[in-house]
């Protein structure tokens, strides 16, 4: 297959010029151009809060945070999603360092990584969230690493200069606060580590407000419309485009602090009337279940991204709900969405075009025709990875380009299909098999329960797939059976079905598949 450059629709100049700020700035403007006044983000705990009364918690903490701090310094945020984590992420750009958004049910080794890899000194929570979570025994061992400050006692420390510039700073952030340049950096986030030891991944202001821009123009909001966010601001989907993007373009949203209380997210939809849920496939099937017919008819439309989208989430959502299944594609390299369906143009299947702005080419991969390895570059692209054995030194790209690890197709009409990922192709008898079809396979058997492939050494054919389902009686047999129908070839049947009570899922809502491997291998007996 040969390599081609394909080009998205250009950016907007309006874009194209709005992403030439730093994102305190953007979040100010947009304060000043929708009204201070304007009520912008509902809490979890139901508050409903303005701009203003964002605005000036960010510039007053940010006096006691410059005191504990040193300029450009790397500051960790360990925050559910909220009015909490919003402020916090701001309040460290009006003090001048730099926000990383820590990942608290990534477990103490992921964190301790993270905290090396930055590298951090210091990093933002709340009493109140520790002891809510159930964390104070994953703080204790943190804090032999890091120091750990608190909201709470940050508030405490807020003088008259504090004062004043809560006040005043809003009305003149460039006097008040740092002005640090569009390239510079923005947020550090971590790669989900769903296959590997977490990499740190460095988006600068431009990167993400490019990405707040690009999925403005492509996706259709309409007046009125309210969003609904309970995904993780550790996570790049669930921070841009889920909590950036409506504050900064004017759209009030309501946020949710953990994506996994499926019973009062579904009622909480139902008394906000939200409009547009941001969810992953796994979740919105959740609170679907967990909703009375007509519980969610206010929305309008759900876009869901981090995993693939099944048949039958569509299908439930149009015929009990009425609304509308977008799905997205994006990695967090790239601030984190390239692609998304749009409404009243949904292609089953596929993760829709390219957003504005964005090169995409296909590198050949052997063994595999129709389809290639998708790299991108645009102006949402980060600026590059840090390791843990370089802790904070960023490695840039070459020439831009990023390699998404996953295996695409493109139709003419320039939509994107997800054939799987690289590392998600098992080489069996010389052949490549995706583990995403032996998924697809399963779902369409059994679409009431969650499956899982993975790939386990075989020591006659090199590699076998293994399907790890929550089904509690799983027939192979019934597998084969559906594949001979349908045109599957049998090399794609999984060679053995186990059972499990429950599948393992990250806080992102995406497949935990280190620990699903593992799962397949104490199945087998194999170390």
Known sequence: METKILKSETLSKRGQKRIRRNLLEAFVAASKTQGSKKKILTDGDGRVLSYAELLRPVFALSVPLRKMTEPDENVGVFLPTGAGAVIALFSVHAA?????????SA????????????????????????????????????????????????????????????????????IFAPSPKPDSTGVILFTSGTEGNPKGVVLTHANILA????????????????????LPTFHSYG???????????????????????????????????????FATDTFLQQYMRASADGGLNSLRISVCGAERVREETRKTAEVRFSFEVLEGYGVTECAPVLAANQPGDIRGGTIGKMLPGIDSKLEPIEGMEGAGCLWVKGPNIMKGYISADNPGEIVPLPEGWHNTGDVVSVDDEGYYVIR????????????MVSLMIVENCACTVWPDHMHAAAIVPDPKRGEQIILVTDHPDPKRHELLAWAQTHGVPEISVPKKVVSVES??????????????????????GIT
Do not use: C
Request: aromatic fraction near 6%.
């Open 107 to 174: 477990g103490i080794k992921n964190l301790k990584a993270a905290v090396k890899t930055a590298p951090l000194k210091k990093i933002i929570t709340a009493h109140k969230f520790i002891e809510i979570a159930g964390l104070s025994a994953l703080i204790t061992e943190l804090s032999e690493v890091v120091e750990i400050i608190y909201l709470e006692d940050m508030r405490e420390e807020i003088g008259l200069s504090a004062k004043i510039k809560a006040v005043l700073g809003p009305m003149f952030p460039k």
């Open 503 to 524: 599948l393992p899922v990250l806080g992102t809502g995406k497949m935990d598949y280190v620990t699903v491997t593992s799962m397949a291998k104490k199945a087998l």
């Open 239 to 277: 921070l841009t485009a889920a909590t950036l993007w409506p504050l900064i373009s004017g759209y009030p949203v309501v946020l949710h602090p953990s994506p996994l209380q499926t019973k009062t997210i579904a009622k909480r939809i139902f008394k906000t009337k939200a409009t547009v849920l």
């Open 211 to 230: 990405n707040v821009e690009q999925i403005d123009q492509h996706v259709d909001i309409e007046d009125g419309d309210i969003f609904f966010n309970p």
């Open 420 to 431: 799987g990922r690289i590392k998600r192709f098992a080489k069996i008898g010389g052949e």
């Open 96 to 104: 001048g360092r730099i926000p990383a958004m820590l990942n608290f």
